[in-house]
């Protein structure tokens, strides 16, 4: 790790960049540390999640990626490495031990889930505040907010809590603009200025001033919105946590693709550096400038490049065949809510388990899969058709749905293949297990695909009240529903 270092310094920039968008030459000051993901050994080490035994605030822990290989191409600045989505990266760094500081690096993501981890760093990150640990850290990630952003730079620092125990856990996002997803499949540059002025916060919590910038332009500046109210009337925490870099006693952990609960991130990374400055806007238009955000990276990374000129199959059909219940049209006819199975109800403290096979069509859409809904009613599929009708949430098997149980579900993790889902969920086996424990319910999918590969998706923590009932829903597709246990 100290030659590591060492030799970034002794490489660190001291450059002056040609004008970007009609602005002068910007000076950069010195690197406090810079990634180039080209190829060299530069310290970062594969990664990926195991059991969560002794972690009192996480549902995985982070162990190393034995036989990981690291697959470099054509990145926006120089090569860059493509995350194959089954490990992610312990990169190494260290803090600033400072308040004021940049974080920048260039993404271009094959796989997004809401609220997964590209860079996320702090320390005591699987741990529970709670449970007295001086638990401090920032993700940057993708949320699942109506309308969606990403980048969304969620960050927390327990120490820095409410008088009245409120959390520090604010978030900010290119909020002026009505749903940013950016970075999905093209290169974009995300950078974080850290400038450290002291913010009371609406909840009481304390932040920090912060600036989020996309591809050089600046997209939310936190102590502008603070002090002006430029972006909209600060209510809640729209801010950043104090002390992310300063970790005193504690051990630092910078992580990218990776963290103790979220789906593993799938893609390119490139580029990235770390400032114990606050950078100017001309300085990050200048970093941006310095890289391309045209360059054509292919989907599933460099060893896309091979096949790229092998025709795709075309996905084959698969024979409807009932053996149970059928719930749909086997000819996918059905459209969404078209068709209910059976409700089932499930009393606190108890769980059931649901068998069923899936059909659609072979080029199917990844919502053409069950869907789950919790409700309140053991009859009734709306409000004009059971008296006390609601949803506590609608669940999919592509990680979507809606209702305040879902708004407010603890964890959502699964380990799809995003590239095959379609295929893979078509006649393949699902077996749901609904729990209710009480205050929340947990919805649990194993799913084995045709070709015999189990993958698992994960709703936990999702709010209700008492005995739960649930069923499923078409959309698009056809369910054979083999057993309820």
């Known amino acids: 790790m100290k030659k590591f270092l060492s030799v970034l310094l002794a490489a660190a920039l001291l450059l002056t960049v040609v004008s970007f968008a009609g602005a002068e030459a910007a000076e950069l000051p010195e690197a406090f540390a810079h990634i180039t993901f080209d190829g060299a050994d530069e310290g970062y080490k594969a ?4 059991d969560a035994d002794l972690l009192d605030g996480a549902n995985k822990s982070i162990i190393p990626a034995e036989g990981a290989e690291f697959l470099y191409g054509a990145g926006a600045v120089g090569n860059a490495l493509y995350i194959d989505g089954t490990y992610g990266l312990d990169l190494g760094l260290q803090p600033t031990n400072t308040d004021v500081w940049t974080v920048s690096f260039w993404v271009n993501a094959d796989r997004l889930s809401d609220y997964g981890p590209t860079l996320q760093i702090g320390y005591n990150m699987g741990r529970a505040a709670d449970a007295g640990n001086n638990v401090a850290w920032m993700n940057v990630t993708q949320t699942n907010w109506t309308p969606k952003y990403f980048p969304t730079i969620w960050s927390r620092n327990e120490g820095f809590d409410s008088a009245d125990g409120v959390d520090c856990w604010p978030w900010m996002a290119p909020f002026q603009d009505d749903g ?3 970075g999905k499949r093209e290169w974009a540059m995300f950078t974080i200025v850290a400038t450290g002025e002291e913010q009371n916060l609406p909840s009481g919590a304390k932040g920090v001033g912060a600036k989020l910038y996309v591809n050089g332009e600046l997209r939310y500046d936190s102590q502008e919105n603070y002090v002006n109210g430029t972006y909209f009337n600060m209510t809640w925490d729209a801010s950043l946590a104090p002390a992310i870099m300063q970790p005193g006693d504690n051990t630092f952990e910078s992580l990218f693709g990776i963290n103790y609960w979220d789906t593993i991130y799938k893609g390119y990374v490139d580029d990235l550096y770390v400032f114990d400055t606050a950078l100017t806007a001309e300085q990050v238009a200048a970093l941006f400038a310095a890289g391309d955000a045209t360059v054509d990276s292919p989907k599933g990374g460099p060893a896309a490049d091979a096949a790229a000129a092998e025709p795709e199959p075309v996905p084959a059909a698969v024979e409807v065949v009932i053996n149970g219940t059928q719930v749909g049209e086997a000819d996918f006819s059905t459209a969404f809510w078209g068709a209910h199975s059976d409700i089932w109800g499930v009393a ?19 919502w053409n899969t069950p869907n789950v809904v919790l409700q309140t009613t053991p009859t009734g599929h709306a409000a004009d058709q059971a008296e006390g009708y609601a949803e506590y949430a609608v669940v999919r098997t592509d990680n979507y749905g809606w209702g305040a149980g879902y708004d407010g579900i603890a964890q959502l993790e699964c380990d799809w293949n995003w590239d095959t889902f379609v295929a893979d969920t078509n006649g393949a086996e699902f077996t749901v297990t609904v ?8 919805v649990l999918y194993k799913v084995v695909t045709p070709a015999g590969v189990e993958h698992f998706q994960n709703y936990k923590g999702i709010a209700v009240t008492g005995d739960v009932y649930f069923c499923f829903v078409c959309d698009g597709n056809c369910m054979d529903i083999l057993s309820i246990e």
């Open 47 to 50: 990664v990926t999640n195991g």
């Open 348 to 366: 606190v403290g108890e769980s059931k388990t649901v068998k069923l096979v899936n059909y659609h069509a072979a080029e199917a859409s990844n």
């Open 435 to 442: 729990v209710n424990n009480g205050e929340t319910a947990d």
């Open 180 to 182: 940013a997803m950016i």
